[in-house]
């Protein structure tokens, strides 16, 4: 009598078949991710300029120098050089497309009548875009270059946009002389979350590799993403000029390597508010709605009678386009 086959219990039967029937899915789903990645790495080498003219961002002279500490850096000068008053410096944020325009609204005025510096800080603009360590002791140096090297260590009135209002706060702590007074326009590290944050040095090492470093950078730096970006920074409408030079800086070689630095948190400082705190200077913080940098600890301020801050309910994370009449009329308080 022939021996009978075994008979397979049919839950058995099913469960073995469940994996055999998930790995075609998960063979396509790789594939089809491949297949975006190639896509974007090949658009990114072939379809995008990345050395689109750079022409200056604001009104003056465009200066260079090479800094002792911070390498090769660049600035907008104008206005009266000899006024009797110390020279206004202006920092613009850090972001994916940062730039000295940023600071246009505030540069234009006060050069009108008096001396205005504007720094292309390391990384963004005329300033050296080279793979390097970025860290928030490098922009402190570049700050502290230029006032050494380029204005004789003569005091300064400054004022920083978003989280390079840290990098003039560790400044301003490292050498207190050179600064007159400080202005922080929708500052970071204001907030308990900002306390909390830490550099993510593996999600750094992961964007750095060569073959989709440049390709994540241009997605973040396409025309559609940096309207986005820009426009939920704001509460008035958008400048197209803002958008165009945005995307004419982001587009240069080099562009990435601050930026991604940014993105994986390694500029920010998690102590910065004590830094704040700490400083003997005149200081002025203005705030705007800022989804993404909350000011939740500046009620901690009203002890200290050297700081004023204020408050704009009806201006983004860009205050001083979007309401530069009060803007100005708080900082003429705080330079004169």
């Not at 300033?127 to 922009?139: C, E, G, T, V, W």
């Not at 301020?301 to 009806?314: A, E, G, S, T």
Request: charged share 20%.
């Amino acid at each position: 009598m022939a021996a009978q086959p075994f008979a397979q219990n049919p839950e058995e039967s099913q469960v073995t078949a469940r994996p055999r029937a998930i790995l075609p899915i998960l063979a396509a789903m790789f594939t089809a991710k491949l297949s975006l990645w190639l896509a974007l790495i090949a658009w990114s080498r072939t379809q995008v300029n990345h050395s689109v003219p750079l022409m200056a961002a604001l009104r003056g002279e465009l200066m260079r120098f090479r800094g002792r500490r911070a390498g090769n850096l660049a600035y907008y000068a104008a206005g009266p050089a000899h006024d009797g008053r110390p020279p206004l410096l202006l920092l613009h944020s850090i972001n994916a497309s940062g730039s000295a325009f940023e600071m246009k609204p505030l540069f234009e005025h006060y050069a009108q009548a008096r001396r205005v510096i504007a720094l292309d800080l390391p990384g963004f603009g005329f300033s050296d875009r080279s793979d390097r360590l970025y860290r928030p002791a490098l922009f402190r140096d570049a700050i502290l270059d230029l006032i050494e090297q380029e204005l004789a260590g003569a005091r300064v009135d400054a004022v920083a946009l978003s989280l390079s209002s840290e990098f003039l706060a560790l400044a301003a702590q490292c050498k207190p002389a050179y600064f007159r007074s400080l202005s922080f326009l929708s500052p970071t590290g204001f907030s308990r979350r900002s306390q909390r944050i830490r550099a993510n040095r593996p999600l750094w090492w992961l964007l750095r590799l060569p073959p989709w470093r440049r390709a994540i950078y241009d997605v973040l730096t396409s025309r559609p993403s940096l309207r986005f970006f820009l426009q939920s920074n704001q509460r008035t409408r958008l400048k197209q000029g803002l958008v165009d030079y945005a995307y004419a800086t982001s587009h240069q070689p080099g562009a990435e390597y601050a930026p991604l630095a940014f993105i994986s948190f390694l500029l920010f400082t998690p102590n910065i508010f004590a830094v704040y705190r700490s400083l003997p200077h005149p200081c002025l913080a203005i705030f705007g709605e800022d989804a993404f940098s909350p000011y939740d600890l500046a009620d901690a301020l009203r002890d200290k009678p050297n700081w004023r801050v204020r408050f704009l309910k009806d201006a983004g994370a860009l205050v001083h386009w979007d309401a530069p009449r009060a803007v100005i009329t708080a900082l003429d308080e705080q330079l004169n």
